[in-house]
């Protein structure tokens, strides 16, 4: 195995909580030992067998102090890249290879993709039937279940369906993770514990990369077995943990109806702008490294490890800034290094710097985590899960419509695409100007901060 992907690993494996490194360590040693021995696709069933077995024996092993919150929502948060990190880094590749894919037909998809995420404010009613923990459970299901079967169906109708599949497991846990942080952590904690979360899902990502270098490039497996097993992988860490953890109260009931608040008219202002501008990286960062650079399946899979390896080096570190800035200085900060990224994309010449500026958007990303803590500041604790769902219907109004718009766009001018996303950041970094310096319950914006000051 080569430097560029063993030393990414290890490097992820360290910088882990002192308690976690030695298991993860044991268990990356036997991913690599085992690894040698994948020469045929049932070898790579069993490898996976072994793998989860290793998993579950960390698992049994622990104390009951373990089965706590936070550590339900670091599996969770596992759980959920071995599918959606795999379906991402195959996904431009397979369309292209297997399905005869252009812009326009990448563009639907992606809005397709979307349309759950558009509906999360349904979540809310789901809550009248079913416990919040049990539902994201249930979404993580359909996440790796769609995951697994999107392989078998190559062709444009096969996709827009396992998609869907995937994407309302996916959209629907995202909201459900959001609220259920910010119910079951302390305000003080929210922003470290957050980034403890995406450390965690971006370890996952590195081993799903490693995964999909060693099934693509060495055993040159085929793509419905490396998205099969993938999914497969985030369903059996769901059985896991849906039979070791109990269910966890909530500490206040939560509203069982949609919820729009004036007051919180800012944060969904920033909530839109953020799903608008990500949609540009999301959808259409990848598929200019793939169309335009002639990035590999392999490429693309040692990008996304390099940029999970830098979440696993600083989203921690990053949510410890957010806690010592604050929200407003963090989203400016994010905002106006997105300016200089997108820009870049739409210039760009040379696939090293635009690799470079893909790292860096991604990096810049993990600032969001501001958006969340701003979020918890100023809300009723009561209002947290139905307001979850709405803001992330909000954040997909602009990304069921983008993609195949500017899948469109793209035919003509992939710069005038970037240059839009220019133009979003400019946009969100100017709302941002508004957040309040301590934002709380009824000081949301800076001018409200500025009336409650005294004479």
């Known amino acids: 195995m080569p430097k560029t992907v063993v030393c990414p690993l290890l490097l992820s494996i360290a910088l882990l909580p002192g308690g976690m490194a030695p298991k993860i360590a044991v268990l990356g040693e036997m991913l690599l030992k085992r690894s040698r021995r994948l020469t045929t696709p049932v070898n790579s069933i069993w490898f996976f067998c072994d793998f989860c077995k290793t998993i579950a024996c ?112 996916f959209h629907y846990y995202e909201t459900l993770q959001t609220s259920l942080t910010l119910q079951w952590i302390d305000k003080s904690d929210t922003a ?21 270098w060693l099934g693509s490039d060495l055993l040159k497996l085929d793509y419905r077995w490396l998205y099969l097993m993938m999914g497969g992988l985030t369903v059996l860490v769901v059985i896991g943990v849906s039979l070791t953890f109990p269910h966890f109260p909530q500490h206040v009931e939560q509203h069982k109806h949609m919820l729009l608040r004036k007051r919180y008219w800012l944060y969904y202002a920033l909530t839109f702008m953020s799903g608008a501008r990500r949609q540009i990286f999301v959808v259409f960062a990848g598929f200019l490294m793939v169309e335009k650079f002639g990035y590999s399946v392999g490429d693309i899979a040692l990008l996304f490890l390099i940029n999970a390896t830098l979440n696993v080096l600083f989203a921690r570190r990053i949510g410890r800034l957010v806690g010592r800035i604050g929200e407003r200085r963090a989203l400016l900060i994010e905002y106006a290094g997105l300016i200089l990224v997108f820009t870049g994309y739409a210039i760009v010449e040379s696939a090293e710097i635009a690799a470079g500026l893909y790292v860096l958007d991604h990096l810049f990303f993990a600032m969001a985590i501001a958006l969340k803590t701003y979020f918890q500041k100023i809300a009723a604790p009561k209002d947290i899960a139905a307001t979850a769902g709405v803001a992330f219907s909000i954040n997909h109004i602009a990304a069921v419509v983008i993609p195949a718009s500017f899948g469109l766009l793209w035919l003509s001018s992939p710069a005038l695409v970037f240059l839009c996303g220019t133009a979003m950041a400019v946009i969100s970094l100017l709302l941002s100007l508004l957040i309040a310096n301590a934002p709380e319950v009824g000081r949301e914006t800076w001018l409200l901060e500025r009336q409650t000051e005294p004479a």
């Open 192 to 212: 470290e514990t957050l980034g403890r979360l995406i450390a965690a899902g971006s370890f996952a990502s590195v081993i799903t990369f490693v995964l999909i």
């Open 58 to 169: 960390m698992m049994n092993s622990s104390t009951s102090g373990w089965r706590r919150p936070e550590i339900l929502l670091i599996l969770m948060a596992i759980a959920v890249p071995l599918s959606f990190s795999a379906w991402q880094t195959l996904l431009n590749n397979f369309v292209i290879e297997q399905a005869d894919f252009t812009g326009r037909e990448v563009g639907i998809l992606q809005s397709l993709r979307e349309i759950p995420g558009f509906l999360a404010f349904a979540v809310v009613f789901l809550l009248l039937i079913i416990k919040e923990q049990r539902l994201a459970y249930l979404s993580l299901l359909l996440l790796g279940i769609g995951t697994a079967l999107t392989g078998f169906f190559p062709s444009a109708i096969g996709l827009y369906l396992t998609t869907i599949l995937m994407s309302l497991g």
